[in-house]
């Protein structure tokens, strides 16, 4: 499965499932980020770090780490 930082800017992905333990995994899913959220990738900085993403009408900054640990799969149409 695809993970969230391997996605190209431009794309809209749907969370499919979090790995990571604990206090990271709930940091990301306070941030909004859960199972079957939608999520469009705004901007990859240059080095790929952070990651620009809205998500739930937001703007959220990502690390690569973090994004590394979002599996997603990408929408259709």
């Not at 604990?22 to 980020?33: S, T």
């Not at 079957?36 to 990859?44: C, L, P, Q, S």
Request: proline share 4%.
């Amino acid at each position: 499965m695809t993970t969230l930082r391997e996605i190209p800017c431009g794309t809209t992905v749907r969370v499919m499932q979090l790995s990571g333990e604990g206090a990271v995994k709930r940091r990301i899913m306070d941030m909004g980020i859960t199972k079957g959220t939608n999520i469009f990738i705004r901007k990859v900085a240059p080095l790929g770090d952070p990651v620009e993403v809205t998500v739930r009408g937001y703007e959220l900054s990502i690390r690569k780490a973090d994004a590394e640990m979002i599996q997603v799969e990408e929408e259709e149409g």
